[in-house]
Antibody, heavy 118, light 107 residues
Framework: EVQLVQSGAEVKKSGESLKISCKGS????????VGWVRQKPGKGLEWMAM????????RYSPSFQGQVTTSADKSTGTAYLQWSSLKASDTAMYYC???????????WGQGTKVTVSS | SYELTQPPSVSVSPGQTASITCSGD??????VCWYQQKPGQSPVLLIF???RRPSGIPERFSGSNSGNTATLTISGTQTMDEAEYFC??????????FGTGTKVTVL
């Protein structure tokens, strides 16, 4: 089965750093763009960033540029999203999703819940 | 920045047709896709490239896109279709923007 498996839930304090992961299985995602999507409790979906696993080319939403960093390890087919200094407002569910040749996110991870206390 | 606007909620009776709109400037010039998200679950792709359904998505889901409005239509709505629905548009200028989301209630 083709899937994206994300790392587990995190509970952090304001100011701490964090790196979450998204690993592809059942398929070679090396030629895939992987996106990161934020969903705050009770709110909608927000596109944050994209990364191409083959060469780590990345793109960011203007709203998230400078706030997060995405990276990738093509040898393991894993994408990462990291924060250098978390804020309480970063509390949310974070999804990774694969962007297909059909111009859509056709595979989604199960989500990583991040809780940041002040 | 580019914005996609959806109605916050739509109500429909079982077996009837629900229409969910997604509005944006010159949206008809871009590809639109639609996702369904049920509580506590990850989104699922319903429609891509305006009108196409991935394998496994029921035929009662259909899409259209013209002018400034894209529409997701659910024909013969079932109680299992109660969920939140998001549109998304993509091109080099809009990037990967999502719509505001619509909660569909089946009652």
């Amino acid at each position: 089965e083709v899937q994206l498996v994300q790392s587990g839930a995190e509970v952090k304090k304001s100011g701490e750093s964090l790196k979450i992961s998204c690993k592809g299985s059942g398929y070679s995602f090396i030629n895939y763009w992987v996106g990161w999507v934020r969903q705050k409790p009770g709110k909608g979906l927000e596109w944050m960033a994209m990364i191409y696993l083959g060469d780590s080319e990345s793109r960011y939403s203007p709203s998230f540029q400078g706030q997060v960093t995405t990276s990738a390890d093509k040898s393991t087919g894993t994408a990462y999203l990291q924060w250098s200094s978390l804020k309480a407002s970063d509390t949310a569910m974070y999804y990774c999703a694969g962007w297909s040749k059909y111009d859509a996110f056709d595979i989604w991870g199960q989500g990583t819940k991040v809780t940041v206390s002040s | 920045s580019y914005e996609l606007t959806q109605p916050p909620s739509v109500s429909v009776s079982p077996g009837q047709t629900a229409s969910i709109t997604c509005s944006g400037d010159k949206l008809g010039d871009k590809y639109v896709c639609w996702y369904q998200q049920k509580p506590g679950q990850s989104p699922v792709l319903l429609i891509f490239q305006d009108t196409r359904r991935p394998s496994g998505i029921p035929e009662r889901f259909s899409g259209s896109n013209s002018g400034n409005t894209a529409t997701l239509t659910i024909s013969g709505t079932q109680t299992m279709d109660e969920a939140e629905y998001f549109c998304q548009a993509w091109d080099s200028s809009t990037a990967y923007v999502f719509g505001t989301g619509t909660k569909v209630t089946v009652l």
